[in-house]
């Protein structure tokens, strides 16, 4: 058996965790005292302090039990060092009472607000044109213009003079409170004014900050691809510029924390100075006050919100870890920061970012140094060194950040990123080479402008990419799965939490575990050294807990494996057919009846979708134009019940005439707009829904039998409230245009059928016009025609759902379990 002599620099100190009991305390503190009555939250601070005396009391009896003796000082302490940040948040929690914010807040209130503002304004599309968010902090409120003397953070949304406003400037409006449940939202209801409410209006002023910013957006606006928008983010944490779509690929892809300041960022550009300073062999004393001095004026430059700080202290823990070679000592010094943070603002806790950025960062300490051990190997095979470094190290660090970060993940938002940990091994290495020259660019930005420009041009390259990989990613099949919902949901959440806990202990004490001198090595097979670690290692904890992560393995594996054929809901209100090469449409009316729009080219087929949906009834069938590919299976659809109206929509080409096809004599030629009632909502207590539908167009004049298609627009009624959708044929864009511009189509709907089966002659305005949050596509896999074509599809946007018959199979939709299907209630 032969050995090998481990490096002494390969030999870390296991990783302290004595202050995590102490983090976790005072972030409990923080995030739970002021839901508390504020007569008991005056309590926990006393409570605390005599939690610590009265655990540190034992340690003069316990001589002999070393392990106890350490146990109950660590308890002691965690409560002493949690005492600050209560009592500040129980003091917080009284002015808010004392001040009458919270009742105001709870009452949704309306009334002259006073803030200044946290971010620079944001715009955002919705239902009624564009709307500007940003985040304040409330300075004071209210007739009298009560002061608020404790943490009173919301966001306004308003109207396009919210534009003209920057981050850290003061601002007077009266609003109304909207929402008041994790965050406080409000409705802004007048133009702002530049000042406060108690020291009238004043002139704008501008910070060299802003200059700064502004001259950044303007010679960023002039390189390629998306680094307009990226650049001033990826620099100097500025997404003002990001359009909602490029900002949405960015959250779907996970790629959305590297164009805001982090971390990284304060790492990269202080450590960069230190290593210039170094490489001139500087006093380390000069070394340590440069870099405190580089962190200090970056926070000057991108700004000192509260998120600012803590991505820049965060920052300074890994880059002070790794100049000093103490990285095992990193989650202590993490730990030590999250105290001092939060004692300084307990508020800090309920901001999602500083949440994320504390568990990525303790799950990159713990977890990403065994992986890329873990890795190496694997990319040594067919990558130089230097790569595989590179890819093993970066896939590391995602992997372990999404690992810690996935648990708090999934309870704000109900999808999951399925290739999010692919988006950022790619496009997280190129992030050096963006901030460090982007912020010298940023600097000369006004003393050497010419000079700047050619270093964002450079730069611009890799931030373009950065895009590309956020707007693919968001465009490949399946790029996020829907968190299931009720039982299975929680379910599998408690699966979720319990298998990244166990995952994090294994790996917390294997860096622990102190590294032998010397390595012993084997020729036995990987797998019979496993087999005997086991016997070993293995007992019934370590049993139940291997038995939790697979299950939880399996588990996910059973929910998010992609299956094409979906199948259909028993509860759906529509269903796409998968008829091969064609569309087939149904929308519930009942029970066991639809109506049926169009039927695709194989009667069998239809047959089958109108079985499988349960559908013994039919109230009306409309043939969008008699191609073949909607026509067609219209036998089946007769064969199986006896639909009570029939309509069907053709040209003047005498090539497509009725008669060619199986439609029956009664069937009606649609010639002119016309509007439409299906109501059984009073014979069905189980499904009630009614559905107005009109014929919008059906250019019976059109010697093109695709601009013949009827365009039908939908309204369902059901759970106090109406969903659109529009059904578009083969609609072409010229026909579209004339629509368009005749205002004959309606915008802003929930579901819209694409047009000719996704190809490019169906146009991306119409999609503009409509913005839907559902895209229907009727396509055939593997056809020669190439739909859907690449550039509607990307025109749909990350934020609209897509489901493909070639894709997805038949598949369903249930407005019940899809509220964002469904608008606000009439």
């Known amino acids: 058996m032969d050995t090998d002599h481990i490096k002494p620099d390969d030999i870390a100190p296991p990783i302290d965790i004595r202050l995590i009991p102490a983090a976790g305390l005072t972030a409990l503190v923080c995030l739970y005292v002021p839901s508390m009555p504020v007569d008991w939250s005056q309590y926990v601070p006393l409570m605390l302090m005599l939690g610590g005396s009265l655990a540190i009391v034992p340690i003069r009896f316990l001589h002999q039990r070393y392990k106890l003796r350490q146990r109950a000082l660590i308890l002691a302490i965690a409560c002493w060092l949690a005492t600050p940040a209560a009592f500040l948040s129980s003091q917080q929690s009284l002015a808010a009472e004392l001040s009458g914010w919270n009742e105001f807040v709870d009452d949704l209130g309306t009334s002259e607000i006073s803030v200044r503002l946290v971010t620079d304004p944001v715009a955002r599309e919705g239902p009624f044109g564009t709307n500007w968010f940003v985040t304040a902090e409330v300075e004071s409120y209210g007739k009298e213009a009560t002061p608020t003397p404790h943490p009173a953070k919301i966001v306004i949304s308003g109207d396009e003079a919210w534009s003209q406003l920057n981050a850290e400037e003061d601002a007077c409006f009266f609003g109304r409170v909207t929402e008041n449940e994790t965050t406080v939202f409000v409705r802004s209801i007048n133009t702002p004014e530049i000042g406060t409410c108690t020291a009238g209006p004043t002139d704008p002023t501008s910070t060299g900050r802003d200059t700064l910013r502004s001259a950044l957006r303007t010679q960023a606006a002039e390189t390629i691809g998306h680094a307009p928008e990226l650049l001033p983010g990826l620099i100097l944490g500025d997404r003002s510029q990001q359009t909602q779509t490029v900002d949405e690929a960015m959250k779907i892809s996970g790629l959305s924390h590297l164009s805001a300041v982090s971390g990284a960022h304060t790492s990269l550009i202080a450590s960069a100075a230190t290593i210039v300073l170094r490489s001139l062999r500087l006093p380390r004393p000069v070394v340590i006050a440069a870099f405190l001095g580089t962190l200090l004026l970056f926070i000057q430059i991108v700004g000192t919100q509260p998120s600012v700080l803590r991505a820049a202290l965060m920052g300074a823990i890994g880059a002070w870890a790794m100049f000093f070679g103490r990285g095992s000592q990193a989650l202590s010094i993490l730990a030590l920061t999250t105290i001092l943070l939060l004692s300084v603002s307990p508020a800090l806790i309920h901001e999602v970012g500083f949440q994320l950025s504390v568990l990525a960062t303790a799950g990159i300490v713990v977890g990403a140094q065994p992986l890329e051990r873990w890795l190496r190997p694997f990319f040594d095979k067919f990558l130089p060194d ?306 107005r539908w009109s014929i919008l167009s059906a250019n019976h004049q059109s010697t093109n039998e695709n601009n013949a298609s009827a365009v039908v627009f939908i309204e369902i009624y059901r759970h106090g409230g109406v969903a659109t959708a529009l059904f578009t044929g083969d609609l072409e864009e010229d026909e579209t245009a004339k629509l368009l511009a005749d205002e004959r189509l309606p915008d802003n709907v929930d579901i819209l059928k694409l047009p000719h089966h996704g190809a490019r002659n169906g146009g991306t305005p119409l999609i503009e016009h409509t913005s839907p949050e559902l895209a229907l596509i009727g396509v055939g896999a593997d056809n020669s025609y190439g739909h859907p074509h690449d550039e509607i599809l990307h025109a749909l946007g990350p934020r609209t759902e897509i489901k493909r018959t070639d894709l997805h199979g038949s598949f369903s939709v249930t407005l019940h379990h899809s509220p964002a299907y469904v608008a606000a209630p009439r």
């Open 386 to 691: 230097f790569w595989a470094g590179l890819f093993s190290s970066s896939l590391a660090i995602s992997i372990a950040a999404q690992i810690a970060c996935q648990p708090l993940l999934i309870t704000f938002i109900d999808y999951v990123s399925v290739y999010s940990v692919i988006a950022n091994l790619f496009a997280t290495p190129l992030l050096p080479l963006i901030t460090v020259p982007g912020v010298v660019a940023a600097t000369l930005t006004l003393a050497a402008p010419a000079l700047s420009q050619v270093i964002l041009h450079i730069i611009a390259v890799p931030t373009a990419a950065i895009g590309w990989i956020a707007t693919t990613t968001t465009q490949l099949p399946g790029a996020t799965v829907p968190w299931p919902e009720g039982i299975a949901g929680s379910l599998l959440i408690i699966l979720h939490w319990s298998a990244t806990g166990i995952l994090t202990l294994k790996l917390l004490r294997r860096q622990r575990h102190k590294q032998p001198p010397v390595r012993l090595k084997t020729n036995q097979p990987a797998w019979q050294r496993l087999v005997e670690h086991l016997k070993q290692h293995t007992n019934l904890v370590t049993t139940i807990q291997y038995c939790t992560v697979v299950v939880a393995v399996v588990a996910h594996l059973a929910v998010f494996w992609p299956t094409r054929p979906q199948g259909i809901s028993p509860d759906w209100d529509l269903v796409g057919c998968d008829v091969g090469q064609g569309d087939m449409f149904l929308v519930r009316t009942g029970p066991a009846s639809a109506m049926v729009i169009d039927t695709g080219q194989d009667p069998q087929l239809a047959q089958q979708c109108l079985h499988a949906a349960g559908i013994s009834h039919i109230d009306a069938v409309v043939i969008t134009h008699l191609h073949a590919d909607h026509v067609g299976g219209v036998k089946g659809v007769l064969e199986t019940t006896d639909p009570e109206q029939i309509y069907f929509s053709t040209s003047t080409d005498p090539t497509y005439e009725p008669t060619s096809t199986d439609l029956p004599a009664r069937a009606q030629q649609i010639k002119e707009p016309k509007v439409h009632i299906i109501d059984h909502a009073k014979e069905d207590n189980d499904h009630p829904v009614q559905l």
